[in-house]
């Protein structure tokens, strides 16, 4: 395999030919040119100058003769005979008006009209927004994700879709299952923000090709990739809390069809900050280190394009209540959750040159998670191991108009648990393989449609369809409507889940014992959901108006029941389940460097529960975000002055009953948060951030209920709004 | 049995996307045309011309690459499709009265590429 990597390498950089292209600019001097066209005359072959004026080019078969366009300089065609360098200096064009500018901005957050489906992309700079530090907080400035505290002890901030928790998210790296059993809850956390170099974000069931398991939605995350990379960079974080972060990167590009990339992240915490004065940690000490090494091979001429990769990392968190200056009439509470994890996966894709419509897809993954964790005298241990793999083709049925999408999954997962005291374990090996099609009728024109069915064969969920649809209605220009339908399923790993129940004394209870999992049946749910988007023009600015209402319909889920005081009881739905969600999204482009967004949410999320049809506890029935970002004009060498400011409204939500929490009568207090950061951009290599998160200060008076630790009345898991006062941080980025 | 559903998804597929692929031509020629609008027209309405598989216009040389099933249709029925679009080729001249009835953008004639 290595050997033909080499000898590839050799023969294509004979038929690469390279050049520069520059120009003089009005003080007589050369200066590069970036973004000339560069093409074989009568040919699709093209490429485009690089900032430094550079281009590569593979040689053509059929022309011998290179264009080089650019607006406002003459049109050159040169004969190239010899595969040698040839350097071009354009000349400028008088014909051509003196200059035209350009200011459309690409969005942060972008919705296409033509996507059959609900997808939404988050770039890199939407990342930037939430500085810190890893993708479970970028959420915060996204309307479509909601960010919440698990707890008041680890510091944990799980996302919410659709009114429903993650694990009922599917959630990708590069289209490989990622976060989910071990990792859910703790997962988004590991991956720096810095690493990510877009998010696509799709409401409703989503595809069938990655699997059966999506219920409300998926998060697909793309990581920076080695060849389009900068080749290095670096980002320092610190905040008023303690935090300290670092994130380097180096990537290089060794040939024409190698390069590799080598991503570190570390961060440390070592502050005691107990700003409430409840005897506990706000947030946990913690050390955490993080390392991945990633090989890019390319090569455009015989179609193919591969990857692999190598990942570690080690986070290590103390929790409980602060010892420094107290003195204890009893042991005190303490907590902490280790985890290793080693990941690795490689790909492989091949598209034929000749048949651009073809094409084959090849991933496997492996990763070991392992999770030593205590909380007081609770304790936690998981290790599971995963591997993953899938096959996939792309082809048409008689022409691009028609794609279908075929292939096959094997997952195989093996968990191992402690919970509790110690005294009850856990194992279970869940094996599946499935077969997918699906299949897309995909043109501009004014329908569009998704289809797609799965077969899957599943040890402990036994052999079923998933089949789902998506469809994509565009009467008028700015209008668009979609449907989608869907079916979803997954294995319930309650604990892993649902890790905040070990931080309070609650005993824990399952009530069924013939399901495969705990005792438990399968969760299984069907979703739809309709969404309507249309485009406006007022005062010649662009913006858009967005509703999207979706229904999740439970047939099967493990419901966690926090009603009781003392007890937290798991057990299989008997009765109704729903998620109904409906947000209403305005964005405008208010003037040439202000955008603002504003969205409304109202979810009505209710389950059976023993003791009665209930709207799930902690979540918000309605909530309102505003977003405005803003921009100073680019000067000459890229410096300007970057603003964001984000306002959420979070209204009442429903608690359990608990005797310290009685004075609430069932309901919260609604309370709203703002953010905001102020970039300064010196030039495109350098620029430094300032921000604030929550910098009202809004709390809640009592995270931290029950007395004594080690009594059962003892919770710390009853979050409804943040626990610490405003929280500043600093930093800067280095790109070169 | 189970197994069986699976695999025969898999090969069916297979066999239907392959068999497609036996009578295909590539060819490419020039397609007049200056913008973005006149890519999505030229691509859209070429690939429902019965027979033609795969399109890309290409804005800057404007050149077309297609794939087609010689089986279904003939070049020349593809260069009199495209000019009946509003678009000439390098064989058909677009009739005067569909060129006239493009969008503002597209009037390639006496456009620049924009």
């Given amino acids: 395999m290595f050997f033909s990597f080499i000898t590839n390498t050799v023969y294509s950089q004979k038929n690469i030919f390279k050049g520069n292209v520059s120009f003089i600019n009005e003080s007589n001097d050369k200066e590069p040119l970036a973004g000339v066209t560069v093409y074989w005359l009568n040919t699709n072959s093209g490429t485009l100058s690089d900032i430094d004026g550079n281009y590569k080019i593979p040689l053509s078969s059929s022309s011998n003769k290179l264009v080089f366009k650019y607006l406002g300089f003459k049109e050159q065609i040169i004969d190239v005979t010899e595969k040698i360098f040839y350097n071009i200096i354009m000349l400028n064009d008088d014909n051509i008006l003196d200059e035209v500018t350009v200011n459309k901005k690409r969005k942060t957050i972008q919705k296409s009209y033509f996507k059959t489906q609900n997808i939404t992309n988050v770039s890199s700079d939407e990342l930037l927004k939430a500085a810190c530090c890893n993708i479970s907080e970028s959420f915060e400035t996204n309307p479509s994700i909601d960010v919440n505290y698990s707890n008041a002890v680890t510091g944990v901030k799980q996302v919410k879709m659709l009114g429903l928790e993650s694990p009922y998210l599917l959630i990708t790296e590069e289209n490989i299952p990622m976060i989910r059993g071990a990792s859910q809850v703790y997962g988004l956390s590991f991956i720096p923000g810095t690493w990510v170099e877009s998010m696509q974000i799709t409401k409703g069931s989503g595809s069938v090709v990655n699997g059966f398991e999506s219920v409300s939605g998926q998060i697909n995350v793309e990581l920076k990739k080695p060849y389009s990379d900068s080749p290095f960079f670096v980002n320092v974080y610190t905040n008023n809390m303690g935090r300290n972060e670092i994130n380097i990167h180096g990537n290089k590009i060794i040939n024409d069809n190698l390069s590799t990339g080598l991503y570190l992240h570390a961060n440390k915490n070592t502050s005691i900050n107990d700003k409430n004065n409840d005897g506990f940690l706000d947030n946990p000490t913690s050390n955490a280190f993080n390392i991945f090494n990633r090989w890019q091979y390319i090569n455009t001429q015989k179609g193919t394009v591969s990857f692999l990769g190598i990942r570690y990392m080690k986070d290590e968190k103390e929790i409980g209540e602060s010892t420094d200056d107290m003195v204890f009439i009893r042991e005190p509470w303490l907590g902490q959750i280790n985890t290793n994890r080693f990941d690795s996966n490689f790909k492989y894709g091949y598209v034929n040159p000749s048949i651009p419509y073809q094409s084959l897809g090849f991933q496997m993954a492996y990763s070991n998670h392992e999770q030593d964790s205590f909380f007081g005298v609770r304790n936690y241990d998981i290790n599971q191991r995963s591997f993953y793999s899938s096959l996939i083709y792309n082809s048409i049925i008689g022409s691009t108009l028609n794609k279908i999408k075929f292939g096959l999954n094997y997952s195989y997962d093996d968990f191992d648990e402690t919970v509790d005291k110690k005294d009850v374990f856990y194992n279970r090996i869940d094996k599946s393989i499935g077969g997918f099609f699906e299949y897309s009728y995909d043109s501009m024109d004014a329908v569009s449609l998704v289809a797609g069915i799965r077969y899957d064969i599943h040890n402990n969920l036994g052999n079923f369809f998933t089949p789902r649809i998506h469809m994509r209605y565009q009467p008028f220009e700015k209008s668009v409507f979609r449907f989608s339908l869907g079916t979803g399923r997954k294995s319930s790993n309650i604990f892993s889940e649902n890790q905040n129940i070990f931080a309070t004394g609650r005993e824990i209870k399952i009530l069924n014992n013939s399901g495969k999992f705990y005792g438990l049946d399968p969760e299984k749910a069907f979703n739809y959901g309709l969404s309507f988007r249309q485009g406006f023009f007022i005062n010649n600015r662009e913006g858009d108006i967005t509703f999207d209402y979706y229904v999740t319909d439970f047939d099967n889920q493990v419901v966690v029941d926090w009603e009781t005081q003392g007890e937290l009881s798991f057990y299989n739905l008997d009765g109704k389940s729903y998620a109904k969600s409906l947000q209403v999204d305005i964005e405008y482009q208010l003037i040439d460097n202000v955008l603002i967004k504003s969205t409304f949410k109202n979810f009505d999320v209710k389950k059976q529960y023993d003791s009665g049809l209930k709207q799930n506890p902690l979540t918000p029935k309605n909530r309102f975000f505003t977003n405005i970002e803003a921009s100073t004009n680019e000067k000459e060498n890229g410096s300007k002055w970057k603003f964001d400011l984000t306002y959420n409204w979070i209204g009442t939500q429903r608690l359990p009953n608990h005797t310290e929490l009685a004075d609430f009568n069932g309901s919260s207090p609604s309370y709203s948060l703002i953010n905001s950061q102020i970039t300064r951009v010196y030039s495109d290599k350098f620029e430094i951030y300032i921000g604030g998160e929550n910098i009202g200060g809004y709390t809640q008076s009592n995270p931290i209920i029950g007395g004594d630790p080690f009594g059962v009345d003892f919770d710390t898991s009853l979050i409804y709004a943040p626990i610490h006062k405003a929280l500043f941080y600093v930093g800067l980025r280095f790109n070169n | ?114």
Avoid at chain 2, 43 to 49: H, I, W
Avoid at chain 2, 75 to 89: A, M, P, R
């Fill in chain 2, 1 to 114: 049995m189970k197994y069986i559903i699976i695999l025969s998804l898999f090969f069916s597929s297979l066999g239907f996307s392959q068999q497609s692929n036996l009578k295909s031509l590539n060819v490419s020629f020039l397609v007049k045309g200056v913008c973005e609008m006149c890519k999505d027209r030229i691509e859209n309405g070429t690939l429902k011309l019965k027979g033609v598989k795969y399109v890309n216009w290409d804005i800057i040389s404007s050149n077309i690459s297609l794939i087609y099933n010689s089986k279904k249709i003939s070049l020349d029925e593809i260069h009199k499709g495209i000019s009946l679009l509003g678009h000439s080729t390098s064989k058909y001249t677009a009739p005067s009265e569909i060129y006239n009835s493009l969008p503002d953008c597209c009037l390639y004639e006496t456009l620049e590429k924009h």
